[in-house]
């Protein structure tokens, strides 16, 4: 299957990395001197996705004056404002469900950096409504989010795993829903709930950026990693 469009989830406050975010937006936070941001465009556009929706609230007027259409990304970007109160992950891709078409989406967190090839988590089974990202748990989630079993999202007391905040979703999957603030988790247990959520594990680098340690965390790695002769 292959997908065309995604949403990258940019409109949160940022609460945990003030005062950094009282002036900056979060997916403009720079990384290594890019935009956090940019890395999820690069790597959408090199997995074939040719469409992306970005979703606004905090500070979006500065997101969208530098992201512009999106051609320097090889993409083209279409917004989901949602004024000046944030949505939550579930309410702001409901409402930007008109800008995503009918086919499966992606949906990519901006507060998170990764290497992970968005072509190989952009597959969808037929009886499934979502299927999500897992990986490790970080050291500041260490009781995780999920078990997987052959593929399927459980929640079993077997080995967990923590959602990486990328996946991919029908739109039948927020089947039900009204327009508003709410989150996603609940509408992830529906479906597990039902069967019909399935999942993969994901072994490569992986932050959480949400607060200003995680992010000097990610800036330490990339310096170690830079610095490395196996690097070159």
């Not at 409901?94 to 800008?99: D, I, K």
């Not at 929640?155 to 923590?162: K, M, Q, V, Y």
């Not at 709930?193 to 790695?221: I, K, N, Q, S």
Request: positive net charge; proline residues 7%.
């Amino acid at each position: 299957m292959s997908v065309g469009r995604a949403i990258v989830l940019a409109a949160g406050r940022g609460e945990r990395l003030r005062p950094l975010t009282d002036a900056v937006p979060k997916p403009l936070v720079p990384v290594a001197g890019k935009p956090l941001i940019a890395y999820h465009l690069e790597a959408l556009a090199a997995a074939g996705v040719s469409e992306v929706v970005v979703n606004l609230s905090w500070l979006g007027a500065q997101i969208r004056a530098a992201l512009g259409s999106g051609t320097r990304y090889g993409i083209r970007i279409t917004y989901s404002e949602e004024g000046s109160e944030p949505l939550e992950t579930g309410g702001g891709i409901f409402r930007a469900l008109p800008l995503l078409g009918s086919a499966p989406f992606l949906v990519v967190n901006a507060d998170i950096w990764t290497e992970m090839d968005f072509r190989r988590c952009a597959r969808l089974a037929d009886d499934a409504d979502a299927h999500i990202v897992l990986t490790s748990n970080p050291a500041h989630h260490p009781r995780g989010d999920f078990a997987l079993t052959a593929g399927r999202v459980v929640d079993a007391p077997a080995e967990r795993l923590t959602y990486t905040g990328v996946g991919v979703y029908r739109p039948e999957f927020f089947a039900g829903c009204t327009a508003g603030k709410f989150p996603l988790l609940p509408l992830l247990r529906r479906a597990l709930a039902a069967g019909r959520l399935t999942g993969e594990r994901f072994v490569g680098p992986w932050f959480d950026v949400g607060a200003p340690d995680r992010l000097a965390a990610l800036e330490a790695w990339l310096r170690a990693r830079a610095a490395s002769p196996q690097a070159c």
